[in-house]
């Protein structure tokens, strides 16, 4: 069996339906023999452990532990899914307090335990401060801290795929950018339908302005509908996608959908927030958002939103005031 890497890879919170996903599909992409499944709820960690020996998978050694040294020690890539979850009715930001310490906690202990990883993806909501918080307290580059955003991207290819009744991969460049949340930016400007620019598509009755504000708003809440469906948040997309990411990081194909990186340009700074960003052996890269000037607005706005929740961080004293932030992690400028 061909491997990507030899290199431990480390999933945090495996004993969720997320963790346990993203086990499973590092599998089965031939990532790496070396997968370390940790969590503190010690009986669920064992039981998706003895799942994945049923699985049989050629070559894969898992490993389990419910000691995050354990866990972290030797670890070159980590993908954590380790905070609370949403709960019908709840908002990512509702889950800000309680997720901002488990983050700092996370950060910390990658600082302590395995400093030489090469990539961590953060998913637990909302992913934006986690992940700022995260960074922050690692000491890595921003380059190495990724958040899932790609969500909201795919929720819009797939919106558009359903409307035009055409498969989902004729439509492309779908882009949602700023936060992870109900506060996105959700860009016409990029996307094509069938080879047509989108733009050019909103306003006729192919699809009217009516349906497009409609589709964004089902879009913006696409996670919260699944949770109506279901009765649950999403675990099956957030899985597949975060490893996707990491499988970039490992030097597999590039993950060239929109992620949350650190980036710091003109109007938007100290801040992590949906980019376009490329992943690959050499980190995340990202490019400025450029769009139409109603989208920018959008943009701005969704920005300022991201700004409240990272001072209201501050205000808890999770994070000190951005002008020592250097002084926490020397590769922030």
Known sequence: MKFLTEEKLT????????????????????????????????????????????????????????????????AKYVISSGGA???????REDLLKGNAAIAEELGKNIKAYCPDVKHVVVIFNPADIT???????????????????????????????????????????????????????VFASTAQVDGKPLLELIGTPALTNEQWAEMKQAVIKGGANIINLRGRSSFQSPSYVSVEMIRAAMGGEPFNWPAGRYCSFEGFDHIMMAMEVTITKNGS??????????????????????????????AMGVLPPISEWNKLNPNIK
């Not at 010690?42 to 000691?67: I, K, Q, R, W, Y």
Request: aromatic share 8%; glycine share 10%.
């Open 11 to 74: 999933i945090v919170g495996a004993a969720g339906m997320i963790g346990s996903n993203m086990a499973q599909t590092a599998a089965m992409m031939s990532l790496t023999p070396n997968i370390c499944l940790y969590d503190p709820f010690a009986p669920a960690l064992e039981g998706v452990a003895e799942e994945m020996f049923h699985c049989s998978f050629e070559g894969v050694n898992f490993t389990f532990t419910s000691d995050v040294k354990e866990a972290l020690t030797g």
């Open 85 to 91: 979850a949403r709960k019908a009715g709840m908002t």
């Open 131 to 185: 992940g700022l918080i995260t960074l922050l307290y690692s000491g890595l580059k921003p380059s190495q801290v990724s958040t899932l955003a790609a969500l909201d991207s795919t929720r819009l290819q797939s919106a558009l795929a359903k409307h035009f009744g055409v498969p989902q991969s004729k439509v492309t460049n779908c882009r949602t950018y700023g936060g992870h949340g109900e506060q996105m930016a």
């Open 285 to 314: 890269a990202y490019e400025e958002v450029t769009g139409t000037p109603e989208e920018m607005e959008e943009l701005k706005k969704s920005y300022g939103h991201l700004c409240a929740l990272r001072d209201e961080v501050i």
